[in-house]
């Protein structure tokens, strides 16, 4: 049995057109398939959990047609069953993780691909446990786990009334952007301490810090262009103290990869990463927010196998 895990939300509505097209494939009857939709935030954990759960001995895979939250979700959903592979079809808006593996095709011809030869990946997945809370209670990431203005943005992206006004103005596609521009008047430094593989950094007035399995990162930008997915650490991107002309500036190159030799920002490579703050950080994690004050990150033991085409 193939399952396959639907955000009807996802990309304003392409996951929704998606699966409509994949429903009326034959192979969709022929190899098995299953839809599942989720109804609010947090519910493809729970159809994932529930899945392995009840189909543990018949289940091949789990597809997931959505964006990259609704695959935080199911790795997470999944993790006492880590030898499963996932397959993701991006139909979300930012769908970074597709750009990280390097997946070619799209839609219902990738679909087709993976429920019949699908070429797979293997990589360890980021694991962070924030506010230090008990180690049981680890979370997987398969993007990147970024904290301050890059928390920031994403927490006003994803506020449902900000996606209405974009969706209704037709600029849902620029929503990253928007969110940018719109909090640039009003943002705030950061102070925080920095461990780097046990090696202590302190920053007292910087912008942001993300720490990344792969390239890519807010639809497309290649934030840590020479990182790849399959390396047994992370790079760690911190932008230090900057102008607020010249983050715009950072914000035209990145697509491009050259904000990096801005003298602001440094790359590093960890195998182990903690943050800690006497403030409350912002942080985003795969494209879903929250806050802390610290937070450990690091490989996970044991690699995942993703569908790669
Ligand atoms: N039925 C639903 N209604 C509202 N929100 C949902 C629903 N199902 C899932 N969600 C939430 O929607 C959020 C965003 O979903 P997802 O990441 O799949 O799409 P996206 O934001 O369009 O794409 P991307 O993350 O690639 O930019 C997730 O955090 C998920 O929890």
Known sequence: MNIIIVNPKAGFGKAQKLIKKVQKDPLYKQKNCRAFFTEYAGHAEKIAEQV?????????????????????EVINGTKTRPSLPIGFIPAGSGNDFGRGIGLKNKGVTLFRK?????????CNQGVFVPNQRDQRGKRYFVNSIGFGFDGEIVALANRPLFRKWMRRLQLHKFTYTIALLQLLRRYNPISFELMLNGEVRKYSNAMMVTVTNHPYYGGGMKITPQMDIRNSGFQVLVIDEISKWKILALFLTVFLGLHTKLKEVRVYEAETVKISSLETLSYQVDGQS???KECEIRKSGRKRTFFSG
Do not use: W
């Open 290 to 292: 929250g806050e802390c």
């Open 114 to 122: 993976m429920i019949t030869h699908p070429k797979k990946l293997q």
């Open 52 to 72: 392995v759960q009840i189909h543990h001995e018949t289940l091949s895979c789990i597809l997931v047609i959505g964006g990259d939250g609704t695959l935080h």
